[in-house]
Structure formats: C-alpha cells, structure tokens
C-alpha cells in the first residue's frame, strides 16, 4: 500500500475482522536485500500528520511479507493498537540482516506509539533481524497485564520472559528517552536491553495459571525395630528415605499478576490404616491428610523466579527435604508388609 503525497493527510487502516495477507513487496524471495523499498504493507510517499492502523476487538490478522512491512519515515505519527481479544502474527521472513528488512523500519515520528490493550496474542517476528528498534515509538501495554516472549532466532525457543507487565517503555527497550522505563514491573533495569532489543521475534500475550512440577514419588523403608519408634506404640511422623532423591519440589507457573494468588491443595486415597500428613518447611506442625482436599501451601510459601528468565520468570517454586513434605505416620505395633497410597495435588485460584 502506497499513501499519497498531501502532508495534511491522516490514513487509517482498520481490521473488524480476519485478515491474511503474503506480500511479496519488491523482493522476488525471501533472501532479497531490499533497500529501496523498506515497506510491503505501507510505504508513505510524502509526510503525512499521522497513520493509525487498528486491529479490532477479536480481529484475526496474519500478515507475512518477503521485505519490511511498514516504512516508518513518512508516515507522520504511527499509531499502532491492538484492541481486546485481538490476534496478530507480523513476520518478515527475508534472512538478511539489514535494517531496512525490519518488520517496523526506517526512523519513527515523536509520538509513535504501538499500543496493546488486553489482546488474545500480538507477535512480531523477523527471520534474521529484531522486528523493532525505535526510541521515538513507545510500546504501551494498557489495562491488561501481559507477558512478554523474545526470541533469539527465527524458532520458538524463548530466550527471555517478562510476566504480567503494564505501562510503556521505548522500542529499543533499553528505556532510553523521556519518559523513559515505565513499565511494571521495570524492564531496563531487569536486562531488557540484553534480552528483548536483540530478539528477532516479540510475542506478547495474556497471563496464566498453570502446574508445571513433577513430584518425586515418596518413598518409606522402615525396619520396626528401629529406635525411631516409641516402645509404647506411639506413632511417629517418617521422613521420607527412600534410595534416590527424597526431595520434593512444587513449580507453579502464575504469569496474572506480580502478585501471586493460589493456593496448593492435597488429598489422599487409597492408604487403608495409613495416615498422611504435610509439614511445611521451617514448622513442627504436621496437616494431617485425609480424602478431603486441604490447603498445603499459599502463594507466599513460594519462592518466585527472576524477571526476564526465560526457564524462571512466572514460575514459583517449593522445595521440601526428606523430613518436610509429604510424611506418613506409623508406630512400632504395625503388622510387616508393604503399603501404597495416591495424593493428588490441586491447584485453586485464590488465596483462602
């Protein structure tokens, strides 16, 4: 799309609704430089007083081209929003590295502004190139928290994560400019210049709350004889002491909101006379367990991960050892034999 040359003009570009498009612009593959033509999508033909393209609310829009897709130099003040519920995939898939192949190219207007307000997904990706590096643009995250994905190359392996994030911060993302680093919770301070600026593909995307943890099987291996049981019969709380690692390990993934809200739940079937319990760390206090699901952990038990990680960010963490956790009770008068049990762990929103 080419504008025309009237500086007074405003253009808008709307998607209401779905919306593929492959331009192949003036380059005849994907491995074409092209330096004349930075722009497949718009290429403005004189300064116009501003571009706003919208992608509406619930709008499907899929635009793949061999060149850059919008030539930012004259189109007045770009304005860029992605309305709620919105899905947007941008790519270049031009394998050279030249600027002029990125996906938003050429020198923003003061003002420009991409702005995403509670969107299904918004993703920007360049085979060879970051899709975006533009101080006079600011990238605005509004009302919703999102989480932020960058990617190193043209894969869906993510190299950095920044969760539940609100507020703006420069396309350069290194939070340069006035007014600066403004997202919550900050990105320049926490290696964004390091990790997103050089990421060949930005994808954001709404929060969630997630298992994502494994928990080792819990093992028991008790003579009666030993002297951890009481001569009189009274049950013992057994720490777990089976041959391989008796740890246990909780890993939620709570991307919503800086502030974690859930709450970890147990049960237990299946265990005949046995009894279960939970001892939470740094406690003497053992939950005793039974077939009703009962909290074992809140959100503030756990330990979050570091912000831009891409294996930690969002993830919390519990780690128990073998006398924390999951114990069972037995006493010395018990008959010899082996005893099998199920817990099944849940995981509620909210806090009790």
Sequence with gaps: MRGGTNSATTVNITNNGNMTALI???ATNANTDTTSIR????????????????FGSSAITNITTNTGLMNMNNVGILKVNAQSGSQTTLLSK?????STIRLFNGNATSGSSLTLDGVA??????AATPPLQQDNMRIVIANTPLTILGYAANNDTVTARYVAEIGSINGAWDGNGTPGDQMSPPLATNSSATKLKPAFGIRFEPGVLANSFTVNPSVWNYALSNPIFPADNTPVWLSRNGSGDNTQTFDIYDSRSQTASFRLQALVGGTGSRQYGFKKNGTNEVLSLNDQAQTILNASDFTAGTIGDAATAG???YTTDAD???LVQAARSEKIGTYTGSVTYSLVDGLE
Excluded: P
């Excluded at 031009?94 to 030249?98: A, D, F, I, Q, Y």
């Design 324 to 326: 924390h956790g999951l």
């Design 94 to 98: 031009n394998t050279t590295s030249s």
């Design 39 to 54: 722009g497949s999508f718009f290429v403005g033909n004189g300064t116009f007083s501003g571009t706003n393209i919208t």
């Design 121 to 126: 997904f918004f993703s920007m990706r360049n």
């Design 24 to 26: 192949d612009g003036y």
């Design 315 to 317: 993830h919390l963490t």
